[in-house]
């Protein structure tokens, strides 16, 4: 669905909202065509930068999508809905019952813990042990719980073992691997 098509009730329901709230109505704000507003703000065209040739060096236009407008700050929150949404609606994630494992080191995480709680799903985030305080502290203070793998950013292996041993030991967990997700693929697409 397109943001300005949303229904009115939506609109208003927004108008009331902020933009990082814990709301199931940020539902409709994983996209990035939400006004820059911290609360209450609608939708618009898109939130873009473009590059003027004379800082590039090249003729062509050069557009950045700017995702500081999204929900958590990050546009990461709709790949990794990009991801939950098809095996939720093939029944192949049962948030009564299962938990939503997702791995990163960082915003993909934040996303799919975002998600589960605007869901009402359980989330489980796995990132390494060296990213930021504040990182972890918010995603527990949503409800996520919170794996730390030894290392830091570029500990990507680390993150996968882990991943592995969940598969073998926890039956009640759904990896989200963004990298193995289609959904992840043709939410980026459709950008």
């Known amino acids: 669905m397109r943001p300005s098509e949303a229904p009115a009730v939506i609109h208003a329901r927004l108008r009331d ?9 940020n539902l409709f704000r994983i996209t990035w065509k939400n006004e820059p507003k911290p609360r209450g703000g609608g939708f618009n065209d898109g939130n873009w930068i473009e590059f003027p040739s004379a800082l590039t060096g090249v003729d062509a236009r050069i557009v950045g999508l700017v995702g ?3 929900p958590i ?7 990794a809905f990009g991801c939950l949404v098809p095996r939720l609606v093939s029944g192949n994630f049962d948030p009564t019952t299962q938990k939503a494992v997702w791995p990163s080191t960082g915003n993909y995480c934040r ?3 975002y998600d589960c709680a605007l869901l009402g799903c359980t989330a489980v985030a796995i990132l390494p042990e060296e990213m930021s305080a504040e990182r972890f502290e918010w995603l527990r203070s949503i409800g ?4 730390a793998t030894p290392g830091c950013e570029s500990n990507v292996k680390e993150i996968y073992d882990k991943c592995w041993e969940i ?5 009640e967990c759904v990896i989200f691997n963004q990298f193995e997700q289609f959904g992840n693929a043709i939410w980026h697409y459709h950008v």
């Open 17 to 25: 909202v902020g933009m990082a709230d814990v709301d199931p109505a």
């Open 68 to 70: 500081k407008h999204f």
């Open 73 to 79: 700050g990050a546009h990461k929150v709709g790949a």
């Open 111 to 113: 996303g799919g813990a």
């Open 144 to 147: 996520a719980e919170v794996i």
């Open 167 to 171: 598969r073998r030991t926890r039956p």
